[in-house]
């Protein structure tokens, strides 16, 4: 690997030839890959993974996973990378609650396990082996037909799709070094392709840019076409894209990036084009172009809508005065040049839009690049001239168009249908980029990373962030505008990308409970206010040296866990200092999103549970009490049974490894007293309490007997008291009604919450000490052979109600119902009734979602700025919502 001392060369747009207009799509797409056969799928149902793996029984050769864009500067590769597992699926709890959900099983048998993940690495082209070294590496040109088997294909039979002009300049040397023949990809068909892909199946993909300020736009994939596409690169190409295969190149320019860059190579002196950018940032292009009111003596030219500072001629100044160049600051040229050429880019675009009646102006290449003034420059005059009927958009993963089009043109990848829900993208502390610079290949192994984790210099007690962030600000009003300062801040990571991986996750579904899917947003907390993101950047970073202390002390405490805490510490306070800095740079934030980012990062640094030992013993504890609640339960009426169950929900959500208040909780009382001092604090009315709504509905009224619900879908949030002691209770009241249970559990552990595979056996520990719930935990296959020891009450009850687990799909304390396991999918089709409990998933998320069936959500708020936000009121408030079905879906 590249040392972090290397030096960086220039970056520019590959060139893409200038066709002439009309270009026709009669581009035949090569058949030399065979094709992924999809029937027959089935999902290898592994809880213990956050992405659920896929085995395809009919699938008899290999899946294209490489493609590549090679330019005149840059390289872009993209890689799939599979799991290779054997299926195993001999678990008699997990077939019984997939028959009952009518997931089919088909016949298992020990084939591949293809897991999805698409990874975006790029290398500078001048390094070209680094990038072979690389491919050869993680044998990406080595295509197994039975990648289960020894057996591999001889060098010389691979064929890799590439596009690019490094196509052709480096087919021989692939050949030479990696035994691989290239087949080459039609430049203009891969970048529609790439964006197309993009833009229906990434939902955080395209966003407007205007006064430094990044909005993230969501396209509905039913309403793309059409949409022009102009891709900026040494060149400018400009593309009406009509749908799928269907485009054509009805303009461009030769004034683009290479305009710019070799214009200020000549005029500055500068070495890079990142150098040439950075100048930029420090110009005042006041000083070399001609204004408007230098031409009306200070004066604007109102009439025609043009303001003393609009620029009236690019470099006009310097043919009225007498200076040599040298006489010029190369901060002022380089300025000058850039809002010459983005200005001119902007307005032909926009002609073109207006020629063909286009609304939406899609923005891509390296000449952009993420850099805010170009983004800022370009918008403002697509806004200016269509008096701001038509929209300038930028995607985030724009360099990678062209690779993701060659990766497409492999015949019948799997992607073509892909959506949006099915596509988790990551961000993990993968290839060493800082100040802008590329230094090679992604991290190997985990000590790699740790190592270069290490290697962060400290200031004081501040760690610099592994991309280093200076303030995201524009140089004034971004259009035709004198800039109001001089100059502001470039990114340091100007020329990197702002992508991770690409999780493809097929048997991810939308919640099909969503009142409605398209208007559904999961956060709560707009963390776009500045105020707000300030606010939980800061609880999670107090939060931070607890964390590590647990997940160290999870693992014993040994030498290699505290070294890997401390690289997860700098590695999550560096994503921290990132958001601070760039609140977009991964996508639309949300709370949800940068809780699971905690989450992930921990699994990235190997720690799976960091509170697994913590809640065990709560387990225990909780399991210990739950008889005698039970019976005085069972003792009491109807209606006083119902409060109670409600009461001890809340109660026992006061259990909270995520909150401070809750933490300082622990060192004060054990979990049973802590529990008994909130059931003896309940006292009503709550801050939200919509109990006597839910109690006519359970208990009915005026002598009318409510109709039992179907099925129930419980969301339970923490391990211990709060599922032992107030979910699985209120479980229990469901099923003796006969209404069918499905605890839904996280996939994978975060903070203190249960999690699906844990939960059978928790449940497991309750029936010993209950009937009801033992025998609707053998209908829903929860006990399995000698789990209990068989008692009065233990055999099949005809009548009883099932109780299931299935998992959620997810690894966060929140949940987004746009992303959700198949299996809660499958089981949610036949509930009538959801309930959400603990401040994650009914308050940090879901609290305004509506759906289509009842809803029921219950937590106590465990955070004082949340409880005024919210609920305007206090911490340890509580909440009992309860919404009927969403009158909009009834139909």
């Not at 597992?85 to 028959?99: G, S, V």
């Not at 082996?129 to 591999?152: G, M």
């Not at 789990?787 to 997810?810: F, H, I, R």
């Not at 959801?834 to 609290?847: D, K, Q, S, Y």
Request: aromatic share 8%; net charge negative; charged share 25%.
């Amino acid at each position: 690997m590249a040392s972090l001392e290397d030096e960086h060369d220039p970056i520019l747009e590959d060139k893409i030839d200038m066709a002439p207009s009309g270009l026709g799509t009669s581009i035949t797409r090569s058949g030399s890959r065979p094709q992924l056969d999809l029937s027959k799928a089935e999902i290898q149902g592994n809880f213990e993974e956050r992405d659920p793996t896929i085995l395809l029984p009919n699938q008899s050769d290999d899946i294209s996973h490489l493609a590549l864009d090679i330019g005149g500067s840059l390289i872009k590769l993209l890689y799939f990378s599979r799991h290779e597992d054997y299926a195993n699926d001999d678990d008699k709890r997990k077939r019984t609650i997939k028959e009952r959900l009518g997931i089919t099983n088909g016949n298992l048998r020990s084939y591949p396990v293809l897991g999805g993940r698409l990874h975006f690495v790029k290398f500078e082209t001048h390094k070209i082996n680094e990038c072979l070294d690389f491919i050869h590496s993680k044998q990406l040109h080595r295509r197994d037909p039975y990648p289960w088997s020894s057996k591999t294909l001889p060098l010389g039979t691979g064929v890799i799709k590439v596009t690019g002009g490094g196509a052709y300049k480096f087919a021989d040397l692939f050949k030479e070094r990696l035994g691989v023949s290239i087949e080459k990809e039609d430049e203009m068909h891969c970048l529609v392709s790439g964006a197309n892909f993009l833009l229906k199946a990434i939902r955080h993909e395209a966003f407007t840019h205007m006064e430094g300020e990044k909005e993230f736009v969501q396209i509905d994939p039913n309403d793309l076409y059409p949409y022009l596409l102009v891709n900026v690169g040494s060149g400018v190409s400009i593309i009406k894209v009509d749908g799928e295969g269907k485009f054509e190149r009805v303009s461009g320019t030769n004034v683009g990036g290479g305009t710019y860059w070799g214009l200020g190579r000549l005029l500055t002196k500068c070495k890079s084009f990142d150098e040439l950018l950075e100048l930029s940032q420090k110009g005042d292009n006041s000083a070399i172009d001609m204004l408007v009111g230098d031409i009306y003596g200070g004066m604007d030219y109102s009439k025609i809508g043009l303001s003393a500072s609009t620029i009236a001629s690019s470099f006009g100044k310097a043919i009225s005065e007498n200076k040599e160049l040298e006489d010029y600051r190369p901060e002022d040229i380089s300025l000058s040049l850039l809002r010459m050429i983005s200005y001119n880019i902007g307005q032909i675009s926009y002609l073109n839009a207006l020629r063909f009646g286009l609304k939406r102006i899609f923005f891509g290449g390296f000449f952009i690049r993420g850099h805010a003034y170009t983004m800022d420059t370009i918008s403002f005059a697509v806004h200016f001239w269509s008096k701001g009927e038509m929209q300038a958009m930028f995607l985030r993963h724009e360099g990678f168009l062209g690779a993701l089009g060659a990766f497409m043109s492999y015949e019948k990848h799997g992607l073509d249908d892909l959506m949006s829900h099915q596509l988790v993208e990551r961000f993990p502390m993968g290839a060493p980029y800082t100040g802008g610079n590329i230094h090679g290949p992604p991290l190997g192994d985990l000590n790699e990373k740790i190592s270069w984790m290490e290697k962060f210099v400290r200031r004081g007690t501040e760690i610099t962030a592994p991309v280093p962030m200076t303030p995201s600000k524009t140089t004034g009003l971004g259009g035709f505008e004198v800039p109001s300062s001089r100059g502001s801040a470039l990114r340091s990571d100007a020329s990197a990308l702002n992508v991770g991986v690409l999780h493809l996750v097929p048997t991810l579904e939308v919640f099909p409970l969503l009142a409605d899917p398209k208007m559904y947003e999961p956060n709560t907390i707009d963390l776009s206010d500045q105020g707000e993101r300030e606010y939980w950047l800061k609880v999670l970073s107090e939060h931070l040296p607890d964390l590590v202390d647990t997940a160290v002390a999870s693992e014993g405490g040994t030498e290699d866990a505290k070294r890997r805490g401390d690289a997860f510490a700098r590695a999550f306070s560096a994503h921290l200092a990132r958001l601070m800095e760039e609140p977009a740079a991964y996508g639309k934030l949300g709370l949800a999103n940068l809780l699971e980012l905690r989450e992930e990062c921990l699994r990235e640094f190997q720690f799976v549970d960091a509170y697994r030992s913590i809640k065990q013993r709560e387990n225990e504890a909780s399991l210990a009490v739950l008889p005698d609640l039970l019976e005085e339960l069972d003792s009491m009426s109807e209606e006083a049974r119902l409060l109670t169950l409600i009461e001890g929900v809340l109660a026992a959500n006061i259990f909270d490894w995520g909150s401070r208040a809750c933490v300082d909780l622990y060192h004060k009382g054990t979990i049973i007293e802590i529990y008994r001092m909130s059931r003896n604090k309940m006292q009503r009315p709550w801050r939200v309490d919509d109990f006597d709504a839910f109690k006519e509905r359970m208990l009915g009224s005026d002598g009318k007997q409510p109709h039992r619900h179907k099925r129930a879908l419980l969301f339970v949030d923490n391990s211990g008291a709060d599922v032992i002691l107030g979910m699985l209770p209120l479980a229990r009241e469901f099923l003796r009604r006969g209404t069918e249970v499905v605890l839904v559990a996280n996939s994978l552990p975060a903070l203190n919450d249960v999690t699906a595979m844990e939960l059978p056996d928790i449940v497991a520990g309750a029936a010993k000490h209950c009937d009801i719930l033992r025998r609707a935990a053998e209908m829903g296959g929860l006990l399995v052979d000698a789990m209990v020891n068989p008692g009065d009450g233990s055999k099949k009850d005809s009548t009883s109600a099932p109780l299931m687990v299935v998992e959620n799909g997810c690894g966060s304390p929140c949940i987004d119902l746009r992303q959700v396991s198949s299996e809660l999918a499958a089981a949610a089709k036949d509930a009538d009734l959801v309930i959400l409990e603990g401040m994650g998933r009914a308050l940090h998320t879901n609290f305004i979602a509506q759906f289509k069936c009842e809803a029921l959500k219950l937590a106590m708020v465990k955070n004082q700025r949340l409880a005024e936000k919210l609920i305007k009121g206090n911490i340890y408030d509580c909440v009992c919502r309860y919404e009927p079905p969403s009158l909009s879906d009834v139909m």
